[in-house]
């Protein structure tokens, strides 16, 4: 059995999910980072997760409410501090990918902490979306290619990328149907899941239960049976 699984999600919904509630917009954010700590717990006990790659951040969130935006910055960096001892006891690397030269330099000081202390960790690897877009990503691996020189190739590409390990799971919550430029070169070949159920209300029960149809899905990567 493949126990190199590289499984991405897109959480969405924790707007409505507040809304439904009549709560704050930052209360869906709040019960959001829990369930982050849920599936990061689940895919870390499970012996064929190696990858859990998530959207928290895009670069085109920053065209919400200043507001908004300050508190997802503020979530960020007092869940990351509060998460490390966590990380650390379930083995979890943490990878940012994204260009967080746009954060504070508290942010920054903060996720750079968080990837050095958690960087001798040999378990899943957490790869956390932060200003991140996929053809920001890729257009900066052209422009190292570029830099260094060498030939424009997929494997060039692909190592040049913040992430080089191909999606084989692709999921998002929140009813929407779309890739919104999430790691769009890894998701070339991945399995496309989309769930009605808002982030907040995603569980590890639900994640096992389309990990179960993934692994009953073939997958021909272009060939035939
Ligand atoms: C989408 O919900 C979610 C985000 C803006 C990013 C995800 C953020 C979290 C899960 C919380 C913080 C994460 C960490 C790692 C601490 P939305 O606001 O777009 O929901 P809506 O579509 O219902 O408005």
Sequence with gaps: MNNNLHI?????????WAQSQGLMRKSGHEKGAEVVRDITTFCSNS???SRLSLYAFSTENWKRPRLEVEFLMKLLDSWLKK???IYIKNGVKLESIGDISRFSNSLQKT????EEKTAHCTGLIQSLALNYGARDEITRALQ??????????ESNITNALDCPQDID???RTGGDRRLSNFMLWQASY???FFSDTLWPDFNSRELATIIDKFLHVERRFGGLK
């Design 190 to 192: 991945a399995e496309l």
């Design 47 to 49: 012996e064929i997760v």
């Design 83 to 85: 998460e490390l001892p």
């Design 169 to 171: 799971l692709l999921i």
């Design 144 to 153: 190292k290619i570029q830099k260094q020189n060498i030939e424009v190739s």
């Design 8 to 16: 991405a999600i897109i959480m969405d919904g924790n707007g409505r």
């Design 111 to 114: 996720i750079r902490d968080v």
